[in-house]
């Protein structure tokens, strides 16, 4: 009897590791299929939270337009007037000819402001949220620039006299259109920078994984 016993005892056995090696396969298998729906989930509400601050980003940028469209037509004024007479002197405020200069936003783009920099810092709470850091300062700059969009032409008038040097006032330095100028094509570029960190941050997160 003892080798019948011995046998089924170690058949037992035999089987008790075989359901313990399944169940431990099954087990990883779960966490594997866990931990994926859980990066699927994290990686959706990033892509979302990106994509909702981009489109209030755009849905602030259209306020821009007009002023940047007469900044191409200065440019391309410039190029021609350049072009006809390479001996004209570009910093002068009438060598561009009849074309008028960006020298103010749009009455209606300071009536709509107010809204659509309250929907941009909603947009950016879920920015902060979500992550990472980097891409969250990349979106504070943007709503730092749109402030200064709306903030009216003192901001600039103000920033272009405190950069007058006051012991050589006859020397060239940034007037209130150039700095308006400059801040239209800095939020241009900050969207442009943010959209980059935001695909990249959702590359290096995996992407969203197939089960």
Known sequence: MEAPFITATGAVIAA?????????????????????????????????????????????????????????????AAGVAMARNPQADMFHETWVGDVPPVDALSEGFYKRAPKRLHGLAVAYERIAFEGPSDVAAKAREIIDSAHRLSAGPELFAREAKEQIDPDHPERPSPNEVDLLRTEINSYEVLIAEFRRQAKKALTDAGGPHKS
């Not at 313990?20 to 990066?39: E, P």
């Open 16 to 76: 008790c590791i075989a359901f313990s090696g399944a169940l431990h396969v099954a087990m990883r298998s779960q966490r594997h299929q866990a931990k994926s729906l859980r990066d699927n989930w994290v990686h959706d509400r990033c892509k979302d939270a990106y994509l909702g601050f981009l489109d209030a980003a755009r849905a602030f940028a259209p306020l821009t337009e007009e002023a940047i469209r007469s900044e191409n037509r200065n440019v391309t």
